[in-house]
């Protein structure tokens, strides 16, 4: 009996996504919010409508075939933004594991004092290093975007 119901609950609840689906006459491909930018791609029935946002500013524009790159390269720095702070985020999760392992292993004793700070030396500097470029990809990606916001919206 339980089996029924649920199977019955199922049936139902995908009839309502189909039928929610089949009456929508827009519908949205991409979407990235991310760090006070944000754009939403949306297909009409023949044309694209992009909502782009910048902080509190936004402006919706239809796509044409003269401003079609900049959206691309709009979204393309939304998305960049996003990955890089991930990235970033990973470097230094590294480090917040690194530092509690040491201090475990020191009082165990399993390494010496020296060998403690010489892999906290080596894990230091291999986040430095692989969080330096992130950080600079980061900072280029924002001035894009502001770019193309800006070129986008006048």
Do not use: C
């Amino acid at each position: 009996m339980r089996y029924n119901r649920f199977l019955l609950l199922f049936v139902l609840f995908f009839f309502l996504i189909h039928t929610s689906s089949v009456s929508a006459s827009s519908k949205v491909i991409a979407e990235e919010k991310t760090w006070g930018y944000e754009y939403k791609l949306i297909k009409t029935q023949d044309s694209f409508t992009w909502k782009i946002r910048q902080h509190y500013i936004t402006s919706t524009i239809s796509e044409n075939k003269d401003n079609r790159e900049e959206l691309d390269r709009f979204k393309s720095a939304v998305d960049n933004i996003h990955r890089y702070y991930i990235d970033i985020l990973i470097s230094f999760f590294y480090l917040i594991i690194a530092v509690p392992l040491v201090k475990i292993f020191l009082k165990k004793k399993k390494v010496s004092l020296r060998d403690a700070k010489l892999i906290l030396f080596a894990v230091v500097m291999l986040v430095f290093f692989y969080s330096v470029s992130p950080f600079v990809e980061l900072y280029s990606a924002y001035e894009d975007a502001d770019y193309y916001f800006f070129v986008l919206s006048r």
